[in-house]
T-cell receptor, first 114, second 113 residues
Framework: DARVTQTPRHKVTEMGQEVTMRCQPILGHNTVFWYRQTMMQGLELLAYFRNRAPLDDSGMPKDRFSAEMPDATLATLKIQPSEPRDSAVYFC????????????FGPGTRLLVL | QQQVKQSPQSLIVQKGGISIINCAYENTAFDYFPWYQQFPGKGPALLIAIRPDVSEKKEGRFTISFNKSAKQFSLHIMDSQPGDSATYFCAAYSGAGSYQLTFGKGTKLSVIP
């Protein structure tokens, strides 16, 4: 049963600390998306990759967020320094990028910045 | 132009009733409209989807109705069950070199016994 995996599932940190979230997309999927979910804003697209190349990161605060795909099996989202307003659930999703784009979501990383 | 507007924000339905969630869009380049279902503590998952060349698609108790001229589409859940309690997101996809989905804000559905 292929699925997207994310680590950690939960993270509590103090303001100013660096946070790194990891995602393993489904094998063979070549588009990877990072979303942030909050009660107020719903699902926000932060960035996405196609064949490991960043296609769009316009939804991401550039001064503190960075997203990378060091290889086809790993995507990372880093926040440095973290702030309380970054508290949210961060989802990674992957897709084949062919025809209708069905996105397969991971279980999310629940981040709390104190 | 890129927005997908979803309503209502929350919905309470009695068991056995019909749940209806509505979405509207502006961008005529959208050509694929999926609905995602999210249970608490889980990521969203594809529930059902439609292309604008058909006006309705049904899968079990779930039906999408699509009105291309009005640029509106809706999800109907027949015989709603407590297990359907979740947050539902409509979305739209335009392809054309962009692989991203534009999501609505979500509707939290509660089905009460």
């Amino acid at each position: 049963d292929a699925r997207v995996t994310q680590t950690p599932r939960h993270k509590v940190t103090e303001m100013g600390q660096e946070v790194t979230m990891r995602c393993q997309p489904i094998l063979g999927h070549n588009t990877v998306f990072w979303y942030r979910q909050t009660m107020m804003q719903g699902l926000e697209l932060l960035a996405y990759f196609r064949n490991r190349a960043p296609l769009d990161d316009s939804g991401m605060p550039k001064d503190r967020f960075s997203a990378e795909m060091p290889d086809a099996t790993l995507a990372t989202l880093k926040i440095q320094p973290s702030e309380p307003r970054d508290s949210a659930v961060y989802f990674c999703a992957s897709g084949t990028g062919e025809g209708e784009e069905t996105q397969y979501f991971g279980p999310g990383t629940r981040l709390l910045v104190l | 132009q890129q927005q997908v507007k979803q309503s209502p924000q929350s919905l309470i339905v009695q068991k056995g009733g019909i749940s209806i969630i509505n979405c509207a869009y502006e961008n005529t380049a959208f050509d694929y409209f999926p609905w995602y279902q999210q249970f608490p503590g889980k990521g969203p998952a594809l529930l059902i989807a439609i292309r604008p060349d058909v006006s309705e698609k049904k899968e079990g108790r779930f039906t999408i109705s699509f009105n291309k001229s009005a640029k509106q589409f809706s999800l109907h859940i027949m015989d709603s069950q407590p297990g359907d309690s979740a947050t539902y997101f409509c979305a739209a996809y335009s392809g054309a070199g962009s692989y991203q989905l534009t999501f609505g804000k979500g509707t939290k559905l509660s089905v009460i016994p």
